[in-house]
Structure formats: C-alpha cells, structure tokens
C-alpha cells in the first residue's frame, strides 16, 4: 500500500486564513475526505468529493485537489475550528483506506 | 436521525479475543457498506477494515489481517468485528463508521462514538 502524509502542526490568527495540506501518489488518482476531530469526541465529515460540505458545515471550509496534493482550506478562522484534521483517501491499489496522520489546527 | 452504537470493548490479556458489535440506526442498513476505524491513544485514526452492502466482501489493513474479521447482520442493522490474538498495539478506540461515495471518492459520513479496547496483562 502507499501512505498520505500530514503536516503536524498549523496555526491561523483568528479570523485569517489557513490551509492543511494532504500529499501522496494515490491522491493523483483519488480525491480526499476531511474529518474535523475535537478532544474526547469522534470525527466528523467536513468535506468529501474534493471540495462538498456536509448540512451543517460552516461554509467557510472548502477543499481542493492538485496533482497528488489535497488541501483543505479554512477562509476566516474562529476559535471553535481548533482541532485535529485528517484526510482520507484510497491507497494506490485500491483496495485499503488510508488517513493522513493529522494536523493540529490552533487558532491563536 | 443516523445513530451508530458501538458497543463489546473492554480490557482483555495479550492473545485474547474480543466482538465488537455496531448497532445503526436510521437509514436503511443493507443498502450501505461499514467500516471499522480505530485510534489508539493519543494517535491518529487508522482504518482497519469495512465490508460491501449486500454482497459481503471485506477487506482488510496489513496490521490486523489474518486476525480480524468484519461481519454484518442485515436483518439485525448490526456490524461487528470479531478480534483474535490480540497485541498490546490494538489497544484503542474502534469506530464504527457509515460508509459513502465513490471507488474514486470514498468518505464516512457518519460515525459512531467508539468503544475502547485495552490489550493488557
């Protein structure tokens, strides 16, 4: 199988914006999921099929593919975004699901 | 309303075995695929396995094939996931989660609260 890779760590000024990106060699063939995942509770979906929102997910969450990098972008910031994101794809075989290793948003 | 209910976690010995159960609720259960997703402490989420609707077939993560088997009852709208020879590295909280999307485009769109597994002598 192949691996997506997160970066650890990102922080946005509250009200700015901030992107998390997602690399890997299966994202040239297979679009990304977000999930938003706060302390203590389960992930939720945030976007699928590239860049579709859930009901319920503040608009201000959009995503986007390139080449073999997913990113998830959050236009204006608020202090209740703070929390680990993840993406998710297929493997280059098809055949497993990967996550990326997460990102933790702080909003300063 | 989506509710999916884990449930069978709990403290078990290194070697040990373990069902976990996923009960769902409010949308029509045979008509989805289901997965597995678990996270150990302080980690992130690793997908461990999920099964097709109607027809049943399962895949499985490299960690955990050979000694897990995802299940489904369709009469019953419940998953499960039958543990064998346990390590201390499963050691963690297993969602249950509804699956969406595409070959090209998969996603979770729903999931269930976990339930934890500790792997300990």
């Known amino acids: 199988s192949s691996e997506v890779t997160q970066d650890p760590a990102v922080s946005v000024a509250l009200g700015q914006t901030v992107s998390i990106t997602c690399q890997g060699d299966?994202?040239?063939?297979?679009?990304a999921s977000w999930y938003q995942q706060k302390p203590g509770q389960a992930p939720i979906l945030v976007i699928y099929?590239?860049?579709s929102r859930p009901s319920g997910i503040p608009d201000r969450f959009s995503g986007s593919n390139s080449g073999n990098t997913a990113s998830l972008t959050i236009t204006g910031a608020q202090a209740e975004d703070e929390a680990d994101y993840y993406c998710?794809?297929?493997?280059?075989?098809?055949?497993?699901?990967?996550f990326g290793g997460g990102t933790k948003l702080t909003v300063l | 309303e989506v509710q999916l209910l884990e449930s069978g976690g709990g403290l078990i010995q290194p070697g040990g075995s373990l069902k976990l159960s996923c009960a769902a609720s409010?949308?029509?259960?045979?008509?989805?695929?289901m997965s597995w997703v678990r996270q150990a402490p302080g980690k992130g989420l690793e997908w461990v396995s999920s099964?097709?609707?109607?027809?049943?077939?399962?895949y499985y993560a490299d960690s955990v094939k050979g000694r897990f088997t995802i299940s489904r009852d369709n009469s019953k709208n419940t998953l499960f996931l039958q543990m064998n020879s346990l390590r201390a590295e499963d050691t963690a909280v297993y969602y249950c989660?509804?699956?969406?999307?595409?070959?090209?485009?998969?996603?979770?769109?729903?999931w269930g609260q976990g339930t934890l597994v500790t792997v300990s002598s």
């Open positions: 989660a509804k699956d969406m999307g595409s070959v090209w485009a998969p996603y979770f769109d729903f």
């Open positions: 409010g949308f029509i259960f045979n008509n989805y695929g």
């Open positions: 099964i097709t609707a109607t027809d049943g077939r399962t």
């Open positions: 299966s994202l040239r063939n297979y679009y």
């Open positions: 099929d590239e860049n």
């Open positions: 998710n794809c297929r493997d280059t075989s098809g055949n497993y699901l990967l």
